[in-house]
């Protein structure tokens, strides 16, 4: 069974920081991996979308990177914002499920003023 | 662009009673997911339609949980008889055909709890 394990659970920073939330998964045939943001009582919005062929994906002060051989990823976020604070979801769609998404639980994070 | 709609977006009800949820996806997207999202765990795939038909509900627990998506537009999920282990957030996605990326676009979800 293909999973997604995502550390820290939360984490809670200081306003101007910059910091990393990192996600593994457990096979490299993988089509794309995507970085989500969901803020309490709302859906998911994508952030960043990395395909398999790639090393990372920039997009204002987010930066994602892919390293298939390790199964990681991970989300640079600089200059955190309280407006930063949500959670954050990394999901892969790995070639032996086609189409689905596999979730980890997601990163907690706060940013505080 | 109108994004993905799901209603309602609060439901409370009691163990052993029914409820639905309805979801209108992205115009012209030919795929629609829904998912369950159990507090403090990511996403689960219950159900993937692509138009009409069924393309994976290997995670659909079948005794109590059914979806439907006529015409290939809207769609429903309905729980009957509801456990109190079905609390959750259930969120609805639709993706277009078009492309490699097949990006997911999500509805806010429904938050049911479960008495």
């Known amino acids: 069974k293909q999973e997604v394990t995502q550390i820290p659970a939360a984490l809670s920073v200081p306003e101007g920081e910059n910091l990393v939330l990192n996600c593994s998964f457990t096979?490299?045939?993988?089509?794309?991996l995507q970085w989500f943001r969901q803020d309490p009582g709302k859906g998911l919005t994508s952030l960043l979308l990395?395909?398999?062929?790639?090393r990372e994906q920039t997009s204002g002060r987010l930066n994602a990177s892919l390293d298939k051989s390790s199964g990681r990823s991970t989300l640079y976020i600089a200059a955190s914002q309280p407006g930063d604070s949500a959670t954050y979801l990394c999901?892969?769609?790995?070639?032996?499920?086609?189409?689905?998404?596999?979730f980890g639980a997601g990163t907690i994070l706060r940013v505080k003023s | 662009e109108a994004g993905v709609a799901q209603s309602p977006r609060y439901k409370i009800i009691e163990k052993r009673q029914s409820v639905a949820f309805w979801c209108n996806p992205i115009?012209?997207?030919?795929?629609l997911y829904w998912y369950q999202q159990i507090l403090g765990q990511g996403p689960k795939l219950l159900i993937q339609f692509q138009n009409n038909g069924v393309v994976d509900d290997s995670q659909l627990p079948k005794d109590r949980f059914s979806a439907e998506r006529l015409k290939g537009v809207d769609s429903t999920l309905k729980i009957q008889p509801a456990k109190l282990e079905d609390s959750a957030v259930y969120l609805c996605?639709?993706?277009?055909?078009?492309?490699?990326?097949?990006?997911?676009?999500f509805g806010a979800g429904t938050r049911l709890s479960v008495l």
């Open positions: 999901a892969v769609r790995y070639v032996e499920y086609g189409n689905k998404l596999v």
């Open positions: 115009s012209g997207h030919a795929t």
């Open positions: 096979d490299s045939a993988i089509y794309n």
């Open positions: 996605a639709s993706s277009s055909l078009q492309g490699r990326a097949n990006i997911q676009y």
């Open positions: 990395i395909q398999s062929s790639q």
